[in-house]
């Protein structure tokens, strides 16, 4: 968040989604930096309830509104998308659903994928092929808790890419 919101000046008085929101800390943190219109957006009904109950508790519920849905089905036009899609690990091409949905409706994205060079070729192409253009990537790491009964370890540590990427004019 920090990046979008003080490296390039991508939150304050923007549109913002967030695509695939869990826990809703990417829309919280965009409410809470000034973002003018800030939308949540979650498959999991339980993972939308504790989205609002972690954004009354960040005294911003009333600058959120969450959608229990498909992101596939979300239309309209937002100045910035935010998205920690799933990785395609375990459902292969679940992320590239996420990355062009983004692209479809977004300006500006946000968006996390497993870092590798291979896949960071990969995530850049499918990039291009949406009109979209990579601005800028951020290599970092990305604590996972357990949060599912898939999960075997206490917490993971993966290498991730944030991906800048600018929706270019059609």
């Given at each position: 968040m920090f990046i979008a919101s003080q490296v390039y000046?991508?939150?304050?008085?923007?549109?913002?989604?967030?695509?695939?929101?869990?826990?809703?800390?990417?829309?919280i943190g965009a409410a809470i930096l000034g973002a003018k219109e800030v939308i949540g957006v979650d498959l999991d009904l339980n993972a939308v309830k504790t989205a609002k109950k972690n954004a009354k508790t960040a005294?911003?519920?009333?600058?959120?509104?969450?959608v229990i849905?498909?992101?596939?089905?979300?239309?309209?036009k937002f100045d910035v998308v935010l998205q920690n899609p799933p990785f395609g690990v375990k459902k292969r091409g679940a992320d590239i659903l996420f990355?062009?949905?983004a692209l479809e409706i977004g300006r500006v994205i946000y968006t996390l994928h497993k870092s590798s060079e291979k896949n960071r070729k990969f995530i850049k192409n499918k990039i291009i092929n949406e009109k979209g253009e990579v601005s800028a990537i951020f290599q970092m790491n990305l604590i996972i808790p357990r949060l599912f009964n898939f999960h075997y370890k206490k917490r993971h540590i993966v290498k991730v890419d944030l991906y800048r990427v600018v929706k270019n004019d059609d």
């Amino acid at each position: 968040m920090f990046i979008a919101s003080q490296v390039y000046n991508d939150i304050k008085d923007r549109k913002i989604i967030d695509l695939g929101c869990g826990s809703g800390f990417l829309a919280i943190g965009a409410a809470i930096l000034g973002a003018k219109e800030v939308i949540g957006v979650d498959l999991d009904l339980n993972a939308v309830k504790t989205a609002k109950k972690n954004a009354k508790t960040a005294k911003v519920e009333d600058k959120i509104q969450w959608v229990i849905g498909d992101v596939t089905s979300i239309t309209g036009k937002f100045d910035v998308v935010l998205q920690n899609p799933p990785f395609g690990v375990k459902k292969r091409g679940a992320d590239i659903l996420f990355l062009k949905k983004a692209l479809e409706i977004g300006r500006v994205i946000y968006t996390l994928h497993k870092s590798s060079e291979k896949n960071r070729k990969f995530i850049k192409n499918k990039i291009i092929n949406e009109k979209g253009e990579v601005s800028a990537i951020f290599q970092m790491n990305l604590i996972i808790p357990r949060l599912f009964n898939f999960h075997y370890k206490k917490r993971h540590i993966v290498k991730v890419d944030l991906y800048r990427v600018v929706k270019n004019d059609d």
